[in-house]
């Protein structure tokens, strides 16, 4: 007999303040800013607010331990060595980090233990491996001339994260920056700041020198204009949606920083008519709603060729039926609520946006019990490409379907958008999906599955959904400066 499994109990929160040089310190305004639990949105804790004077300090301690602390003398190896360190710290604490993030965040614990911590605890292992692997070149140039090239850390990195995998996106931050041997200031989203305070502790008992990182909670126009407008910062790593980068790019335009961003998109998910239409139904609904629809590369326009169309909607709906919506730390919820009021009303809002373009809701389409920012698994038919359901992140639990008739087409249709994340076929035409594969305009492929992550894949946007790659080998070229070395022989 399966027993229900119990509700997990919400986690003590144990860190709160700015995180700087080793020291964890109230703001230097003294105010603090309340992180709301999404699923009874309620005070959950009153976290410091961060501002320029304390990215300042956070700034300072961060060069200081580049230039002059133990981080600048340690060996390589045993940079990597910490970083395993922490990696295992966050897996004995994975059950804890796991409800913290659920509570902050909102997302389903058995999500967060069966995606967000394994994930984020693989990519700084992935990278801690790379800390001692940082080879340069020797380069043949004329005359008598011995040429080699450094690979050096690019210096104080700012890093600014979202709401949506506070842990992953923390990890997958940090471990290119440590293994490239940065020092760090980051902050997180004002919405979830509280694992990542977490994993300060965390980095502070792995025994990763003081001032290596530093974490600044606050505001994006506060705490994170100042870090990206501070002339002691080389380099920021941004997350978050274009707008917010446009915003950073040219506030950053007076030091010229050096840039990476990663950010939203509106992916094409196409599904064939000769695909495995069972295991293309299951994937195209994760690829949506995974993550209450909280997902840059969410599939959030679904593709569907006419012949199938109406027999892959059916199969869709059921999905959405049987899904069980509830209190995120209980085990066997699947979908918890949106991250906050503005995320919510703004997903509303679209919702009323496509009912009024003329798509026809199908399934959902409204609030789902009246605590917390829940909100019905929504399904769209009848979208059309112009509509701002097919055009605009949503960021909610809400799919669009588009029809179409043939590869060239949908290919077409496909690259119509500023945005090139992710996209994905469904087909058992090998030769079709790779001919999609290479025509679609987009960082990320996936054939026959969807949200294959792994710390060794190379993620990141065309477009207007972003600028360079995280993860992989590649992820670690935004955190190295080249320096080349010419000795004459003579
Ligand atoms: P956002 O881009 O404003 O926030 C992301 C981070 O940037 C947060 O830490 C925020 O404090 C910071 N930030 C905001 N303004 C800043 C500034 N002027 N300078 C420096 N840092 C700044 O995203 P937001 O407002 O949380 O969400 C709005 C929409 O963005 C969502 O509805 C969604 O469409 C999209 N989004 C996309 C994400 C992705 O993973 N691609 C993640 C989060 C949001
Ligand atoms: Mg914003």
Redesign the pocket.
């Known amino acids: 007999m399966a027993t229900a499994s119990p509700t997990i109990a919400p986690p003590t929160v144990r860190q709160t303040q700015c995180f700087i040089g080793g020291q964890w310190v109230p703001a230097q305004s003294g105010k603090t800013f309340d992180t709301i639990n999404p699923a009874t949105e309620e005070p959950i804790a009153q976290v410091a607010e961060g501002d320029a004077a304390d990215v300042n300090l956070a700034v300072e301690a961060a060069r200081n331990a580049l230039e002059n602390g133990e981080w600048s003398r340690i060996d390589a190896r045993d940079r990597g060595a910490l970083m395993h360190r922490l990696a295992d710290l966050m897996e004995e604490e994975l059950d804890e980090l796991a409800a913290l993030e659920s509570l902050d965040n909102g997302k389903p614990i058995s999500d967060a233990k069966a995606a967000d911590l394994p994930l984020a605890i693989d990519c700084l292992r992935y990278y801690a491996g790379y800390a001692d692997k940082l080879h340069g070149q020797t380069i043949p140039i004329r005359g008598n001339y011995f040429t080699y090239t450094r690979r050096e850390p690019v210096g104080v990195v700012g890093q600014?994260?979202?709401?949506?995998?506070p842990i992953l996106?923390a990890a997958w931050k940090w471990g290119p920056a440590l293994a490239a041997g940065c020092t760090i200031v980051m902050?997180?989203?004002?919405?979830t700041p509280l694992t990542c305070l977490r994993m300060g502790r965390l980095a502070q008992k792995a025994g990763i020198p003081d001032g290596v990182i530093n974490i600044i909670p606050?505001?994006?126009?506060t705490?994170?204009?100042s870090?990206?407008k501070h002339p002691g910062v080389d380099k920021?790593a941004?997350?978050?949606?274009?707008?917010?980068?446009q915003?950073?790019m040219s506030?950053a335009s007076q030091t010229l920083k050096r840039l990476t961003f990663?950010?939203?998109?509106k992916s094409p998910n196409i599904v064939f008519a000769d695909a495995d239409l069972e295991a293309a139904a299951a994937g195209s609904h994760f690829a949506l709603y995974f993550n209450q629809g909280?997902?840059?590369?969410a599939g959030s326009r679904l593709f569907v060729e006419e012949s199938i169309h109406d027999e892959f909607v059916e199969r869709l709906i059921a999905m959405n039926q049987s899904r069980k919506l509830g209190d995120p730390l209980d085990p066997a919820t699947e979908q918890g609520p949106q991250?906050d009021q503005?995320?919510f009303d703004?997903?509303l809002k679209y919702i009323d946006i496509g009912n009024n373009e003329g798509a026809q809701c199908v399934s959902g389409g409204a609030r789902w019990g009246e605590q917390g920012y829940y909100i019905e698994p929504t399904l769209f038919t009848g979208v059309t490409d112009e509509m701002k359901i097919a055009t605009?992140?949503?960021?909610?639990p809400v799919l669009s379907v588009l029809k179409f008739k043939d590869v060239g087409e949908v290919i077409d249709r496909a690259n119509n958008t500023p945005y090139g994340?992710a996209a994905a076929v469904w087909t058992r035409d090998i030769g079709k999906a790779h001919h999609v594969a290479a025509k679609v305009k987009a960082g990320t492929v996936w054939i026959n599955c969807y949200d294959v992550f792994d710390a060794a894949a190379p993620f990141g946007g065309f477009k207007m959904?972003?600028m360079g790659r995280e993860l992989g080998e590649r992820g670690l070229d935004a955190y190295l400066e080249s320096k080349t070395v010419t000795v004459a022989l003579d």
């Open positions: 600014i994260i979202p709401w949506n995998f996106m902050k997180p989203a004002e919405q606050g505001y994006g126009p705490a994170g204009a870090l990206v920021i941004f997350t978050g949606e274009y707008l917010t980068a915003i950073i506030d990663e950010l939203g998109g909280q997902c840059c590369c991250v503005a995320q703004k997903i605009d992140e949503i960021f909610g994340l959904s972003g």
